[in-house]
C-alpha cells in the first residue's frame, strides 16, 4: 500500500531567530526542506507530497520543488499552513488523494531522515495501523517544580519522539476532527490517536542524526551530519 505524506514547512521558526524560516535556511548549499523533500522523493512507495507552507512562501517553494522534481513523477500539492502546527496538519490532510491511504506526517525541519528509515515505518504502520519513529532517551531526566527536583523519571522506558508519524489517513483525520471539537492541541500526531482512538502506537527505531533544527546551534550540528553523509 502506497503512502501520501504531510510535509511541514508553515512555522515562522521564531527559536531560531533568522531573518527568515528555518526551513528555508542553507545548509551547505540547499535550503533545508530540500533535504526530506528528496529523501521522500527518492522513496517509491510515497505517491503524494502536500507541502504546507505559509501563503507568502509558497511561490518559492513551488520553484524549488519544480528543480527537484523534474526526473520524478511524483504528485505534489502545496497548502496553506495554520497558525499552530495541528492545524497545518490538518490542512494537509483535507487535500489527501484518498483517505484509504497511510499518510505520513514529517517536520520540514527535520532534514535528515532517511530512506530505510521510511521503509521500516511504512512496514511498521501496515502491521499496527500507527507507527511513529524515535530514540531512547540519553541523558537524565527529572521532573521539577518550582526550581526543586522533585523525582527522577527511570530513563529505561522513555523515548524521544520525532518524525515522521505513520498512520491510515482516516484515523488521523478522525482524531484530529475530535481534538478540534475540544480544542485540544496535541504537541504531536501520536499524541491525539493516543488520546482520542484505541489504536496502539508502535515505536519504530530511528537515529540520533534525525534531529529537528530549532535553534542556532542546531544549525551547526546540522552541517557537520551533512559532511559525515558526504565524506
Ligand atoms: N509548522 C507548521 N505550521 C505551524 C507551526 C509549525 O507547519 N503553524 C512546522 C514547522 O515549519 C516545522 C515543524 O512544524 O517544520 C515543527 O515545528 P517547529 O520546530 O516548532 O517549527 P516552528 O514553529 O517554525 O519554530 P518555532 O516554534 O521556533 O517558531
Ligand atoms: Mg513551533
Excluded at 11 to 29: F, T, V, Y
Excluded at 102 to 118: E, K, T, Y
Excluded at 177 to 204: F, N, P, R, W
Aim: hydrophobic share 40%; charged share 25%; with cysteine.
Amino acid at each position: 500500500l502506497d503512502y501520501e505524506v504531510i510535509l511541514l514547512a508553515a512555522g515562522q521558526g521564531k527559536r531560531m531567530a533568522a531573518s527568515r524560516n528555518k526551513i528555508l535556511l542553507h545548509l551547505i548549499g540547499k535550503p533545508v526542506i530540500s533535504y526530506s523533500l528528496n529523501t521522500f522523493l527518492s522513496d517509491p512507495a510515497c505517491k503524494h507530497i502536500v507541502l504546507v507552507a505559509q501563503e507568502d512562501e509558497q511561490e518559492l517553494l513551488a520553484a524549488l520543488v519544480k528543480k527537484e522534481t523534474k526526473k520524478k513523477k511524483c504528485h505534489i500539492t502545496i497548502v496553506s499552513g495554520g497558525s499552530e502546527r495541528q492545524y497545518s496538519v490538518y490542512n494537509g490532510l483535507n487535500v489527501l488523494m484518498n483517505l484509504e491511504n497511510i499518510v505520513m506526517v514529517h517536520d520540514g525541519a527535520r532534514p535528515f531522515v532517511n530512506l530505510a528509515q521510511l521503509k521500516s515505518l511504512h512496514r511498521k504502520v501496515q502491521e499496527t495501523r500507527a507507527a511513529i519513529l524515535g530514540v531512547p532517551v540519553k541523558d537524565t531526566i527529572k521532573r521539577v517544580i518550582d526550581g526543586i527536583v522533585q523525582e527522577t523519571v527511570p530513563r529505561e522506558t522513555l523515548w524521544q519522539i520525532q518524525t515522521p508519524q505513520a498512520f491510515y489517513a482516516k484515523d488521523l483525520l478522525a482524531v484530529h476532527k475530535c481534538a478540534q471539537q475540544e480544542g485540544y492541541l496535541g504537541t504531536d500526531d501520536a499524541s491525539l490517536i493516543e488520546k482520542y482512538s484505541h489504536l496502539a502506537v508502535s515505536m519504530v527505531l530511528g537515529s540520533y542524526e534525525n534531529i529537528k533544527l530549532t535553534t542556532p546551534e542546531d544549525m551547526l550540528i546540522g552541517e557537520a551530519i551533512v559532511k559525515r553523509k558526504r565524506s
